[in-house]
């Protein structure tokens, strides 16, 4: 299987999964156009997406929805409760109903014989969630737009052969920064979003033998830098004896240009 970031920010977000010649988007939250110019890059076009999968209604995470449905009827799947939040914005005219399709935390959906699993996050959203991708003997885990992570959060990823993980914000560069106190509060709180110190914590639960990629991802382009997203998740790993143990890639998702893909062995 092979990951593909081609935007991951608070900007906008947009993943393909799959093999080489189809696959899946997880989240269309940036234009038609820069989707479409990143899967040009790898030699995919809109007609080798099989499904779209979205995680939850904010606009950094379905703008581009609209679109690209207009264009090319592709089956979306979310949530009920994400599904009427889409429609609720009111920027699906001449799209048919029918393209959307519910889908539950836990349950599996089969594209391409590859198994999409949704589970639950804790998210300022109507019914967000995050996804694991498996085929084979090989798992993606996808998880960004957590307040907190929880047990639930853990055995979702574990086993995971390449993630995608949210290391949104530092604390001190938002506490210091020109946000007001309510959004500061908003992203802080276990219904926002994950620090940097927060994903590194995760990702020493997540630490196994099998794990090739940790990709940092959905960065604030006002409270981080991808250099001081890295390095303070590393430094804490590198406190880890598993960590040193493990030949386990760390890189950062480019905010707003395709990431270099990633191929799972």
Sequence with gaps: MQLYSIASGSSGNCIYAGEKDKGILIDVGISMKKISEGLRDQNLSFEQIQAIFITHEHTDHISGLGPILRKVPI???????TIHAIWEKGNMSNISPALFHSIRPQEEVEVND????AFSISHDAAEPVCYTLEKEKQKIGIATDMGCYSDETIRNLEDCSSLLLEANHDINLLQV????YSLKMRILGDKGHLSNDSCARLIKELL????????LG???KENNFPELAYQTVSYELEQSETWNRLSTRLLVANRFEPTEMLIIK
């Design 114 to 117: 590859m198994l999409i699993r």
């Design 75 to 81: 089956p979306v799947y979310a949530t009920a409760g």
């Design 208 to 215: 196994h033998p099998g794990l090739q990629h940790i990709m």
């Design 177 to 180: 920064g020109k946000y007001p």
């Design 218 to 220: 959905h960065l604030s």
